[in-house]
C-alpha cells in the first residue's frame, strides 16, 4: 500500500475550518482539472480512482467534498506564495461569487503556485495512488504493485517490458516511462536510457552506439541518491580512453608488425577474426578476451599492452571472486544492463575451477599470437600458472542419460502426442529428439542438419532399407550418421505440418531446407528478423532458416516439463530424472543404449563423432559394473565372518 498522504494545518476558504490533505498526486491534478471543466464527480471517481484504494471516490458526493476541498488547499497556498495579481484575482472572486471562478489560464497559474501541495513519489507507493485504476489493475495483475517495483520491472524486460502485460500498448507504456523519468530524482531510482528509445531494427538508438569505458577512480556518482556505477560495454561497442588503448603501450614491440594495428583494441579484433567462420569459438573466446580488457581498463587502470605478470596474476585473483559490479543477470548485448559475467542458475557468479582455468588458457593463446604477429614483445601469460582443477574420472557427464524403460516410455508418450490434431510442435520436438536419441546427434547438428543432406543408404535393402545423413559436427569435421525409420516416420510428419514435401517426387526438384524447423512464426518484427518467409506460400509464415541450437534446447526443455507434469506413466524417479534432462541428454542416452545393447564401441565413436576411441568408452558400464558387485560380494563375506584373518 501507499504511505497516507501527510495532511494539512486546518486551512479556512469559504468560512468552513476542515482538514485537507496536503500532499495530492498527479492524479489528484488531473481530477480536479476534469472538475472545473463541469465533469460530474461519478464520471470523475470512475475514471480516476479505484473506490477500494480511495475512500473519497467511494460516493459522488464523497468525490465531490474531495474535490472542493482540494480546490480551497490550493487557492489558499497561491493565496500565500502567487504573483502579486493572482492574489488580488481570487480575492476579487471570492469576493463577488463566495468562491473563487477560475479559468483555465488562473488554473493553471494556481497549480503552479501550490506545489507546495505535491505529494513527491516513493518507491514504496503503490501504483494505483498515480496511475489510473484501469492501468493499475493490469499492472497488479502481473505482481507489479509499488513504483519501486515498476522500475525494476522496466530495467529488468528492457524496452520491450510492456509486451507482456494484456492490454498495454506502445503509447501508454511510453507515457508511463515518461512519467517516472521526470521523477527520477523524487525516487532515488534510475530508468535505463534504453526503456524509452526509439528502436531500429530490434535495437534501441539509445544503446546502438559507441560506449567509452574509463578506470573507476574517474567515475563520477552524480546525485547522491545515484550509486557509483561501472560503465561496461561488450567489445563491439567498446571505446576506451587513448592513454589507455595500447597505442604506445610498454609491451609493444617495435619491429614491423604483420597486422594492422594502432592500439590494443584493432589487435584483438584482428585475433577474433580468425575464428569468423567458428562462431562457437567466436563467441567463447570474445566473451574471454573482452572480460580481461574492461578489467584491466576500469578496475586495474592500465591497457593490455602494459601488463605484467603481477597484473596477470591478480586477473587470475579476480576471477575466483568477481566483482559484483561485473555480475548480472542475462541481458541483450546492446543493453545497458549487459555485464561481462551473468549470475549462474544458483544464483552465484562465482566460475568454476574448469571455467577459470579456461579462461586463463585462452587468453594465454591469444598473447602468444600477438607476440607471433609482432604486435606484442613479450607474453607475460607464461609466467601463470593454470589454476589447479581436479581430475574428473570422466570428462563428459553421462548420468543425465535416460535408462531404457524411461526412455521407451518417452518414445511412446512421443508417438501418442504427435498423432492428436494440432500438435505441430509435439511433432517438431519428436523429431529433434529422435535425431539425437537414435542418431547421436547433437543439439547444434540437429539445428544445422539439411534435407538435402539425407539420402537411402547404398548399404540398405528393401527389407531393412537404410539412410543416412552428412553432418558437420566439431572442429569442422564431416561425419556421417545412420537415421532410423522411427525418425524418419517423424520427419515425414513434421514436414507435412510444414506443407512441404519431404519425399522426392517424380519430376520436381530433391526437397532442400532445414529438417527441423518452426513451423509458425509470430508475427513481431524481432521473429520476421530472424526467419525467411517461404517463397509463394499463401498459408502461415514457414522458416527457411530453421531453430537456433538455443531455441532448440528451449523448446525441448519446454515439452519435458510438460511431460513431467503431465505423463501418467511415469513414478517418481523418472519424473526427477526426466526433469534433469536436457537436449544434450539423448546423445548420452545413444551412446549408453547402443553400448549396452552390444553395439561395437568403434561403430558408436564413429556415429558420435568423438576423436578418440577413450571418450567413447565412457559409455560402457560393464567394467564399473563389475567393479561394483566384486567389492559388493566382499563387503558381504566380511560381514558375514567378521573374526576372518
Known amino acids: 500500500m501507499a504511505e497516507r498522504r501527510p495532511r494539512s494545518e486546518k486551512t479556512v476558504a469559504s468560512g468552513e475550518t476542515v482538514d485537507i490533505p496536503r500532499g495530492f498526486t498527479t492524479k489528484d491534478f488531473t481530477a480536479l482539472r476534469a472538475y472545473m471543466q463541469?465533469?460530474?464527480?461519478?464520471?470523475?471517481?470512475?475514471?480516476?480512482?479505484?473506490?477500494?484504494?480511495?475512500?473519497?471516490a467511494a460516493t459522488p458526493g464523497a468525490m465531490e467534498r474531495y474535490l472542493t476541498g482540494m480546490?480551497?488547499?490550493?487557492?489558499?497556498?497561491?493565496?500565500?506564495?502567487?504573483?502579486?495579481?493572482?492574489?488580488?484575482?481570487?480575492?476579487?472572486?471570492?469576493?463577488?461569487?463566495?468562491?473563487?471562478?477560475?479559468?483555465?489560464?488562473?488554473?493553471?497559474?494556481?497549480?503552479?503556485?501550490?506545489?507546495?501541495?505535491?505529494?513527491?513519489?516513493?518507491?514504496?507507493?503503490?501504483?494505483?495512488?498515480?496511475?489510473?485504476p484501469r492501468l493499475a489493475r493490469r499492472l497488479t495483475g502481473e505482481g507489479i504493485a509499488t513504483l519501486g517495483e515498476l522500475v525494476a520491472f522496466c530495467n529488468r524486460r528492457g524496452p520491450s517490458w510492456w509486451?507482456?502485460?494484456?492490454?498495454?500498448?506502445?503509447?501508454?507504456?511510453?507515457?508511463?516511462?515518461?512519467?517516472?523519468?521526470?521523477?527520477?530524482?523524487?525516487?532515488?531510482l534510475t530508468v535505463e536510457i534504453d526503456i524509452d528509445s526509439e528502436e531500429r531494427d530490434g535495437v534501441?538508438?539509445?544503446?546502438?552506439?559507441?560506449?567509452?569505458?574509463?578506470?573507476?577512480?574517474?567515475?563520477?556518482?552524480?546525485?547522491?541518491?545515484?550509486?557509483?556505477?561501472?560503465?561496461?560495454?561488450?567489445?563491439?561497442?567498446?571505446?576506451?580512453?587513448?592513454?589507455?588503448?595500447?597505442?604506445?603501450?610498454?609491451?609493444?614491440l617495435s619491429a614491423f608488425c604483420y597486422i594492422q594495428a594502432n592500439?590494443?583494441?584493432?589487435?584483438?579484433?584482428?585475433?577474433?577474426?580468425?575464428?569468423?567462420?567458428?562462431?562457437?569459438?567466436?563467441?567463447?573466446?570474445?566473451?574471454?578476451?573482452?572480460?580481461?580488457?574492461l578489467w584491466a581498463v576500469v578496475l586495474r587502470g592500465k591497457a593490455l599492452s602494459d601488463l605484467r605478470v603481477d597484473d596477470c596474476e591478480a586477473y587470475k585473483e579476480f576471477l575466483k571472486k568477481t566483482d559484483p559490479r561485473f555480475v548480472g543477470e542475462r541481458f541483450a548485448r546492446h543493453s545497458p544492463r549487459w555485464r561481462p559475467f551473468a549470475v549462474t542458475a544458483d544464483g552465484s557468479a562465482v566460475l568454476s575451477a574448469d571455467s577459470q582455468r579456461y579462461a586463463i588458457r585462452v587468453l594465454r593463446g591469444a598473447f602468444a599470437w600477438l607476440v607471433d604477429v609482432r604486435y606484442l614483445a613479450g607474453n607475460p601469460w607464461r609466467a601463470v600458472n593454470d589454476p589447479v582443477v581436479i581430475k574428473r574420472a570422466s570428462a563428459m557427464k553421462i548420468e543425465c542419460a535416460l535408462p531404457a524403460d524411461l526412455w521407451h516410455k518417452l518414445r511412446n508418450e512421443l508417438d501418442v502426442r504427435s498423432k492428436e490434431a494440432g500438435a505441430t510442435q509435439w511433432r517438431a520436438v519428436r523429431a529433434a529428439i529422435l535425431l539425437m536419441g537414435d542418431s547421436g546427434l547433437r543439439r547444434e547438428e540437429v539445428a544445422k542438419a539439411r534435407r538435402e543432406d539425407l539420402s537411402p543408404s547404398f548399404y540398405g535393402t528393401l527389407e531393412r532399407p537404410v539412410w543416412e545423413l552428412t553432418v558437420v559436427g566439431k572442429r569442422l569435421r564431416e561425419r556421417i550418421v545412420p537415421v532410423s525409420p522411427a525418425t524418419l516416420d517423424a520427419l515425414?510428419?513434421?514436414?507435412?505440418?510444414?506443407?512441404?514435401?519431404?519425399?522426392?517426387?517424380?519430376?520436381?526438384?530433391?526437397?532442400?531446407?532445414?529438417?527441423?524447423?518452426?513451423?509458425?512464426?509470430?508475427?513481431?518484427?524481432?521473429?520476421?528478423?530472424?526467419?525467411?518467409?517461404?517463397?509463394?506460400c499463401d498459408a502461415l509464415p514457414v522458416s527457411e532458416a530453421g531453430y537456433t541450437a538455443d531455441a532448440l534446447n528451449r523448446l525441448i526443455g519446454r515439452m519435458l516439463n510438460e511431460l513431467v507434469e503431465t505423463m501418467d506413466a511415469l513414478d517418481l524417479g523418472d519424473r526427477m530424472r526426466l526433469g534433469r534432462a536436457n537436449a544434450h541428454a539423448f546423445r548420452h542416452t545413444f551412446g549408453t543404449q547402443s553400448v549396452a545393447d552390444e553395439v561395437p564401441v568403434d561403430v558408436v565413436q564413429k556415429v558420435l563423432g568423438h576423436a578418440s576411441l577413450q571418450t567413447t568408452t565412457i559409455y560402457v558400464q560393464a567394467e564399473k559394473q563389475r567393479v561394483l558387485e566384486e567389492l559388493a560380494g566382499y563387503y558381504a563375506r566380511l560381514a558375514s565372518n567378521p573374526t576372518r584373518p
Not at 463566495?98 to 501541495?117: C, D, H, I, N, S
Not at 584493432?266 to 580481461?292: G, S
Open 38 to 56: 463541469r465533469i460530474q464527480p461519478a464520471i470523475i471517481a470512475r475514471t480516476y480512482y479505484d473506490p477500494d484504494e480511495d475512500p473519497h
Open 71 to 132: 480546490l480551497d488547499t490550493l487557492v489558499q497556498l497561491a493565496l500565500a506564495h502567487g504573483s502579486t495579481a493572482l492574489p488580488e484575482h481570487l480575492r476579487a472572486s471570492i469576493r463577488q461569487h463566495g468562491q473563487p471562478k477560475l479559468t483555465a489560464v488562473t488554473f493553471r497559474m494556481v497549480t503552479e503556485a501550490a506545489q507546495l501541495a505535491a505529494a513527491a513519489p516513493h518507491p514504496d507507493h503503490a501504483i494505483g495512488a498515480w496511475l489510473r
Open 163 to 188: 509486451r507482456s502485460i494484456p492490454r498495454i500498448g506502445r503509447g501508454r507504456a511510453r507515457a508511463i516511462v515518461s512519467w517516472l523519468c521526470k521523477q527520477q530524482a523524487s525516487l532515488q
Open 204 to 252: 534501441p538508438l539509445a544503446t546502438d552506439e559507441v560506449v567509452e569505458v574509463v578506470p573507476e577512480s574517474h567515475i563520477d556518482g552524480g546525485a547522491s541518491w545515484e550509486k557509483k556505477r561501472l560503465t561496461l560495454a561488450p567489445l563491439e561497442r567498446l571505446s576506451v580512453p587513448h592513454a589507455l588503448s595500447g597505442a604506445h603501450g610498454e609491451n609493444r
Open 263 to 293: 592500439h590494443d583494441l584493432d589487435a584483438v579484433r584482428a585475433y577474433l577474426n580468425r575464428f569468423r567462420d567458428q562462431p562457437k569459438t567466436l563467441r567463447a573466446y570474445t566473451k574471454e578476451l573482452e572480460r580481461f580488457l
Open 492 to 536: 515425414h510428419a513434421h514436414w507435412a505440418d510444414r506443407r512441404k514435401s519431404f519425399d522426392v517426387v517424380d519430376g520436381d526438384s530433391a526437397p532442400s531446407g532445414p529438417l527441423v524447423a518452426p513451423v509458425i512464426i509470430p508475427w513481431t518484427d524481432a521473429a520476421r528478423r530472424r526467419h525467411r518467409k517461404a517463397e509463394g
